[in-house]
């Protein structure tokens, strides 16, 4: 029996028809209009400051900054006089020529324990602020891949009871205010912090650690934010290596380490460096960390832009943000050409089988698993140490155990005016926003993707710039939303166009974390094999079809890990939300945080603390629900 | 043509967001000449302040909303807090764009500087008109905040101090002290690129050596192993409390929150070097083109009257800025809040075009390059 369509019915299938033709279309449309309002057109407008003075176009703050010693060390020599090419050269010959490199041995401050030690005597080259920032993000990716790779293996490849819960929660640092993080960090190593309680036990200590290396306690709070990233990416890169390929090298004869080293590495090397870079990108940007626990002798460049920004030397601020995002633009462009060289074929996924950690007593005692437990040590330490640190805080004041910072926020949300902060609100702000990023920038991150994976190098330049928001200073897209969104842009007529209010935070927030979602779908993209995409489109499916029904089901693990990043950007975020919710009641968990602080922290402690759990109860949500549909 | 259709497509959207984004600009003139408008017993006015007038422990801003709008029952308080404090009011400005906001709470002797260096001479706040005020004459000496037009009056002034565990070092008598071995890396004090308490030391020194001796003195210190951090709140909590070191930079209030949380009164002992303290006046300024400027001039002089004085001190734990006789305040306020013999500021005029080259060039040193 045949129904009869009505004309309207007509119209409704031709309709969806034609939106599914132009899906991928319109939402790239979508994508590119968000990214014009919220990325290009505040960041244009910080950068026209360093070029523009008084209504010409100069580049003297460029050659001002150049030619700073202070900035840029002993290439200033260079960069005030490139063309003196000889005269560089023979003086980089002479700087070598006393290089001189030899190992010694250093005894470790307190303990007397000598380590081999290879001390490099170079006759004093000066690096600037420049060097100087890009040396401790360096060193601080190294330790993030040190802390963070174990992480993987051991979540990729055990089972234990609570690993599913460890890996959702391995996205917790990256939501805490930094200043969170700088009392967490003097509450575990400080003098009196817990890990010298401890020492103090067994009659050693105390050791001023922050002091005597500031630098390693920095480049630990690095590891702190960034260690769990480059874990979750590598794991996710991880558990979509397809075990079959390791069956046949395995049955080719290779041994487990051979077949690792050939077929399993491949597959994770564009998730360690993706994470590697992040890292980098990231600790290179950084400012209220080293600050808090450095001081001004660690100073990076993002405090010097701040500096200036607050001194109103807009256009000091603006030469010194270009520099830094070609920077981190061009680490950025070459880790992309390398992920597209990198693309092999896979044939869907089969994870590999995970064994159990501890199958019995007697096995603890293999070297291998005594390893891991002494990592998970070091990981107590340097994670959860902080982190407790900060819960002890929330419920202890000068004379003790004490609930009263609880109480402030209860007492606040029952009793609070309405221009104050009200937790409950923070709360439920946060989260709000939080979902509304992921239903952003999931699809943005995707079409980026989509878009970007088969275009051959002109891809890679889009992707490069789509990767913007990771490679802009958190200050500059601070005074570029204010400058123009917050205060508005005027218009012919006495217009003004302004954009705040929720609306914004929400388009700001997908901004920020839709790269997140690109970076870890793009991979796993590109290593499809065309043929399958092919095949559907010549059945006749439309392009968004296409990648609706093929591309997407195989890449899920992808966006579900891209996915958990969005959200947690969003909870994370800080500047961006504080500027865009002026005067109104769009604050978040971080804002309520930092609004708390006054002249005694308890309250600021015990809402960081309600800002752990929440976040820490979402992730586990979000996993278990992500983790459905990613098999 | 072209452009509008654009504007209009990107404003379709977040309009539908409920987001009100096209706002035309008012047609009021910016400031042309300094007589009073508006009402003075009723209207709204918009307070800016930073974050702790509002939100912190026990904050003034709702006993202010309070009391003002029970005296004045036909007036209303809004109050923001800008992320950016005064410097989004000088950019606003620079713009000609909608101030949105009538009165500044907190406006210090640098941001004076700072306002007249960026924009036109006596820019942004009216001149008060003190013939509206009459509590005026009420501000004790030495509260003078120096501004050559008389924009802004204080509400409250904080000392900076020396904070010390008297377990560890004794009490620093003189600056040159704090050079000695006895204070060898014992002294945590702040970026005064970022944090005021960093910045109003810095100035202190500066009043103490001279702009051409500062520099040196700070060598010293750092050849003592004199800690800079970023900001007061993480130095505080983190390192001092953390007994990373027995001595910081912070405020001669201190054994107010130290009694109220019965914390060991030995480790809150308050060192005026030299017997000065920094003095650090916080104003109030009513913006150039307040849409209620006698309702403004109304609250100013409410912020002065004895009740608001006493609550202020209090909440904000800062000294009132009036004579003690206009002013009650709770013993233990007056028993922990220590004053110092003498109060020193760098005043306006040395500020302007000079303080942003200080700093900057106090901080190329500081860092390790």
Same mark, same amino acid.
Request: aromatic share 10%.
């Given at each position: 029996?045949?129904?009869?369509?009505?004309?309207?019915?007509?119209?409704?299938?031709?309709?969806?028809?034609?939106?599914?033709?132009?899906?991928?279309?319109?939402?790239a449309?979508?994508?590119?209009?968000?990214?014009?309002?919220?990325?290009?057109?505040?960041v244009a407008?910080?950068?026209?400051?360093?070029?523009?003075?008084?209504?010409?176009?100069?580049?003297?703050?460029?050659?001002?900054?150049?030619?700073?010693?202070?900035?840029?060390?002993?290439?200033?020599?260079?960069?005030?006089?490139?063309?003196?090419?000889?005269?560089?050269?023979?003086?980089?010959?002479?700087?070598?020529?006393?290089?001189?490199?030899?190992?010694?041995?250093?005894?470790?401050?307190?303990?007397?324990?000598?380590?081999?030690?290879?001390?490099?005597?170079?006759?004093?080259?000066?690096?600037?602020?420049?060097?100087?920032?890009?040396?401790?993000?360096?060193?601080?990716?190294?330790?993030?891949?040190?802390?963070?790779?174990?992480?993987?293996?051991?979540?990729?490849?055990?089972?234990?009871?609570?690993?599913?819960?460890?890996?959702?929660?391995?996205?917790?640092?990256?939501?805490?205010?930094?200043?969170?993080?700088?009392?967490?960090?003097?509450?575990t190593?400080?003098?009196?912090?817990?890990?010298?309680?401890?020492?103090?036990?067994?009659?050693l200590?105390?050791?001023?650690?922050?002091e005597?290396?500031?630098?390693?306690?920095?480049i630990?709070?690095?590891?702190?934010?960034?260690?769990?990233?480059?874990?979750?990416?590598?794991?996710?890169?991880?558990?979509?290596?397809?075990?079959?390929?390791?069956?046949?090298?395995?049955?080719?004869?290779?041994?487990?380490?051979?077949?690792?080293?050939d077929?399993?590495?491949?597959?994770?090397?564009?998730?360690?460096l993706?994470?590697?870079?992040?890292?980098?990108?990231?600790?290179?940007?950084?400012?209220?960390?080293?600050?808090?626990?450095?001081?001004?002798?660690?100073?990076?460049?993002?405090?010097?832009?701040?500096?200036?920004?607050?001194?109103?030397?807009?256009?000091?601020a603006?030469?010194?943000?270009?520099?830094?995002?070609?920077?981190?633009?061009?680490?950025?462009?070459?880790?992309?050409?390398?992920?597209?060289?990198?693309?092999?074929?896979?044939?869907?996924?089969?994870?590999?089988?995970?064994?159990?950690?501890?199958?019995?007593?007697?096995?603890?005692?293999?070297?291998?698993?005594?390893?891991?437990?002494?990592?998970?040590?070091?990981?107590?330490?340097?994670?959860?140490?902080?982190?407790?640190?900060?819960?002890?805080?929330?419920?202890?004041?000068?004379?003790?155990?004490?609930?009263?910072?609880?109480?402030?926020?209860?007492?606040?949300?029952i009793?609070?005016?309405?221009?104050?902060?009200?937790?409950?609100?923070?709360?439920?702000?946060?989260?709000?926003?939080?979902?509304?990023?992921?239903?952003?920038?999931?699809?943005?991150?995707?079409?980026?993707?989509?878009?970007?994976?088969?275009?051959?190098?002109?891809?890679?330049?889009?992707?490069?710039?789509?990767?913007?928001?990771?490679?802009?200073?958190?200050?500059?897209?601070?005074?570029?939303?204010?400058?123009?969104?917050?205060?508005?842009?005027?218009?012919?007529?006495?217009?003004?166009?302004?954009?705040?209010?929720?609306?914004?935070?929400?388009?700001?927030?997908?901004?920020?974390?839709?790269?997140f979602?690109?970076?870890?779908?793009?991979?796993?993209?590109?290593?499809?094999?065309?043929a399958?995409?092919?095949?559907?489109r010549?059945?006749?499916?439309?392009?968004?079809?296409?990648?609706?029904?093929?591309?997407?089901?195989?890449?899920?693990?992808?966006?579900?890990?891209?996915?958990a990043?969005?959200?947690?950007?969003?909870?994370?975020?800080?500047?961006?939300?504080?500027?865009?919710?002026?005067?109104?009641?769009a604050?978040?968990?971080?804002?309520?945080?930092?609004?708390?602080?006054?002249?005694?922290?308890?309250?600021?402690?015990?809402?960081?603390?309600?800002?752990?759990?929440?976040?820490?109860?979402?992730?586990?949500?979000?996993?278990?629900?992500?983790?459905?549909?990613?098999? | 043509?072209?452009?509008r259709?654009?504007?209009?497509?990107?404003?379709?959207?977040?309009?539908?967001?409920?987001?009100?984004?096209?706002?035309?600009?008012?047609?009021?003139?910016?400031?042309?000449?300094?007589e009073?408008?508006?009402?003075?017993?009723?209207?709204?006015?918009?307070?800016?302040?930073?974050?702790?007038?509002?939100?912190?422990?026990?904050?003034?801003?709702?006993?202010?909303?309070?009391?003002? @709008?029970? *005296? %004045?029952? !036909? &007036?209303? #308080?809004?109050?923001? /807090?800008?992320?950016?404090?005064?410097?989004?009011?000088?950019? +606003?400005?620079?713009?000609?764009?909608?101030?949105?906001?009538?009165?500044?709470?907190?406006?210090?002797?640098?941001?004076?500087?700072?306002?007249?260096?960026?924009?036109?001479?006596?820019?942004?706040?009216?001149?008060?008109?003190?013939?509206?005020?009459?509590?005026?004459?009420?501000?004790?000496?030495?509260l003078?905040?120096?501004?050559?037009?008389?924009?802004?009056?204080?509400?409250?002034?904080?000392?900076?101090?020396?904070?010390?565990?008297?377990?560890?070092?004794?009490?620093?008598?003189?600056?040159?002290?704090?050079? @000695?071995? *006895? %204070?060898? !890396? &014992?002294? #945590?004090?702040?970026? /005064?690129?970022?944090?005021?308490?960093?910045?109003?030391?810095l +100035?202190?020194?500066?009043d103490?050596?001279?702009?051409?001796?500062?520099?040196?003195?700070w060598?010293?210190?750092?050849?003592?192993?004199?800690?800079?951090?970023?900001?007061?709140?993480?130095?505080?909590y983190g390192?001092?409390?953390?007994?990373?070191?027995?001595?910081?930079?912070?405020?001669s209030?201190?054994?107010?929150?130290?009694?109220?949380?019965?914390?060991?009164?030995?480790?809150?002992?308050?060192?005026?070097?030299?017997?000065?303290?920094?003095?650090?006046?916080?104003?109030?300024?009513?913006?150039?083109?307040?849409?209620? *400027?006698?309702?403004?001039?109304?609250?100013?002089?409410?912020?002065?009257?004895?009740?608001?004085?006493a609550?202020?001190?209090?909440?904000?734990?800062?000294?009132?800025?009036?004579?003690?006789?206009?002013?009650?305040?709770?013993?233990?306020f007056?028993?922990?809040?220590?004053?110092?013999?003498?109060?020193?500021?760098?005043?306006?005029?040395?500020?302007?075009?000079?303080?942003?080259?200080?700093?900057?060039?106090?901080?190329?040193?500081?860092?390790?390059?």
């Open positions: 029996m045949s129904v009869p369509t009505s004309p309207q019915r007509r119209t409704r299938t031709a309709l969806a028809a034609w939106l599914e033709r132009h899906a991928l279309t319109a939402l449309l979508v994508t590119a209009g968000i990214l014009a309002v919220m990325l290009y057109l505040p407008i910080v950068f026209v400051e360093a070029v523009v003075d008084r209504g010409s176009v100069t580049l003297a703050s460029f050659a001002a900054v150049l030619s700073d010693p202070f900035y840029v060390g002993d290439l200033a020599g260079v960069l005030a006089d490139p063309l003196a090419i000889p005269e560089h050269l023979a003086g980089f010959r002479d700087w070598l020529a006393a290089v001189s490199v030899s190992a010694t041995v250093r005894r470790v401050p307190g303990i007397g324990l000598p380590v081999p030690w290879l001390a490099v005597d170079t006759p004093g080259v000066r690096f600037g602020l420049f060097g100087f920032t890009a040396y401790q993000a360096a060193l601080s990716t190294v330790a993030s891949l040190a802390l963070g790779l174990p992480a993987a293996y051991v979540l990729a490849r055990y089972d234990f009871r609570g690993r599913r819960t460890i890996r959702s929660l391995t996205i917790l640092p990256f939501v805490l205010p930094g200043i969170l993080v700088a009392i967490g960090f003097y509450a190593f400080g003098r009196t912090g817990t890990i010298n309680s401890l020492l103090g036990l067994v009659g200590g105390p050791y001023p650690f922050i005597w290396n500031p630098l390693a306690i920095v630990v709070a690095h590891a702190f934010y960034n260690a769990p990233l480059v874990a979750r990416v590598t794991v996710a890169a991880w558990e979509s290596v397809d075990v079959r390929r390791v069956e046949t090298a395995r049955s080719l004869g290779a041994s487990r380490r051979r077949a690792f080293v077929v399993v590495f491949p597959q994770l090397r564009p998730a360690i993706a994470g590697a870079l992040l890292t980098f990108v990231f600790t290179f940007m950084t400012f209220p960390i080293v600050l808090a626990l450095g001081g001004l002798e660690l100073a990076t460049v993002e405090v010097w832009i701040y500096d200036r920004v607050r001194q109103l030397a807009l256009s000091e603006a030469t010194l943000a270009i520099l830094e995002t070609i920077v981190s633009l061009s680490l950025t462009y070459a880790y992309l050409r390398y992920e597209s060289a990198q693309t092999g074929l896979s044939t869907g996924s089969a994870a590999p089988p995970r064994d159990p950690l501890f199958p019995d007593a007697r096995s603890v005692l293999s070297p291998r698993r005594l390893a891991i437990v002494g990592y998970g040590l070091l990981a107590l330490v340097v994670f959860v140490g902080p982190l407790a640190s900060l819960v002890l805080g929330s419920f202890t004041d000068g004379s003790g155990f004490t609930l009263r910072h609880y109480e402030f926020l209860l007492e606040r949300q009793e609070g005016e309405s221009f104050q902060t009200l937790p409950f609100r923070a709360i439920v702000n946060s989260l709000l926003f939080g979902l509304a990023t992921l239903a952003v920038a999931v699809p943005m991150g995707v079409v980026v993707s989509v878009v970007t994976t088969r275009a051959g190098r002109g891809g890679t330049l889009v992707d490069t710039l789509a990767m913007l928001p990771l490679a802009v200073s958190g200050v500059v897209f601070g005074i570029g939303l204010l400058q123009g969104l917050v205060f508005g842009i005027p218009l012919p007529g006495g217009w003004r166009l302004q954009i705040t209010g929720s609306v914004a935070i929400v388009a700001a927030h997908a901004v920020a974390a839709y790269p979602v690109t970076r870890t779908v793009s991979p796993p993209l590109a290593s499809l094999d065309p399958v995409v092919e095949s559907a010549a059945l006749g499916a439309s392009r968004y079809r296409a990648l609706r029904d093929v591309e997407l089901p195989l890449v899920a693990s992808g966006i579900v890990a891209g996915a990043f969005a959200f947690a950007i969003s909870i994370g975020e800080f500047s961006s939300t504080v500027i865009l919710a002026t005067g109104g009641d604050y978040t968990m971080p804002v309520a945080v930092e609004r708390y602080l006054g002249r005694r922290s308890g309250p600021a402690l015990a809402m960081g603390v309600v800002l752990l759990a929440v976040t820490a109860a979402s992730f586990v949500v979000v996993d278990r629900v992500g983790g459905r549909f990613e098999r | 043509m072209r452009r259709t654009f504007v209009g497509a990107v404003m379709g959207g977040a309009l539908a967001g409920g987001a009100g984004c096209l706002t035309r600009d008012g047609d009021e003139s910016p400031g042309d000449g300094y009073l408008t508006g009402n003075p017993e009723s209207g709204t006015l918009t307070v800016a302040t930073y974050d702790s007038m509002l939100d912190g422990n026990d904050p003034a801003g709702p006993w202010l909303t309070t009391a003002f @709008e029970d *005296a %004045y029952p !036909d &007036a209303s #308080i809004e109050w923001t /807090a800008p992320e950016n404090g005064l410097n989004r009011f000088i950019q +606003l400005e620079e713009q000609d764009a909608s101030l949105d906001a009538d009165v500044f709470l907190g406006v210090n002797v640098d941001d004076l500087a700072r306002i007249d260096d960026t924009l036109a001479e006596g820019g942004l706040f009216l001149e008060l008109d003190v013939d509206h005020l009459d509590r005026a004459d009420r501000i004790r000496d030495g003078d905040m120096g501004d050559p037009h008389d924009r802004v009056l204080p509400f409250d002034t904080g000392y900076i101090s020396l904070v010390y565990d008297e377990t560890v070092v004794d009490e620093p008598e003189t600056f040159d002290d704090l050079t @000695e071995p *006895a %204070y060898e !890396d &014992a002294l #945590i004090a702040q970026n /005064a690129q970022t944090s005021d308490p960093g910045q109003a030391f +100035l202190w020194t500066i103490g050596y001279g702009a051409d001796g500062y520099l040196d003195y060598d010293d210190l750092d050849a003592n192993g004199v800690r800079i951090l970023d900001d007061w709140s993480d130095s505080y390192s001092y409390m953390e007994e990373e070191r027995p001595m910081i930079v912070s405020y209030t201190d054994q107010v929150f130290a009694a109220a949380e019965d914390q060991d009164m030995s480790r809150h002992q308050i060192a005026f070097p030299n017997d000065q303290g920094y003095a650090n006046p916080e104003g109030i300024g009513v913006f150039d083109r307040a849409s209620n *400027a006698a309702l403004a001039h109304t609250f100013v002089d409410f912020l002065l009257s004895s009740d608001a004085q609550e202020i001190a209090q909440r904000n734990v800062q000294f009132p800025a009036v004579a003690p006789e206009h002013v009650d305040l709770a013993d233990d007056d028993r922990y809040a220590h004053e110092p013999p003498e109060a020193v500021t760098v005043g306006y005029d040395r500020l302007r075009g000079t303080l942003d080259g200080w700093i900057e060039e106090w901080a190329r040193e500081r860092t390790g390059l």
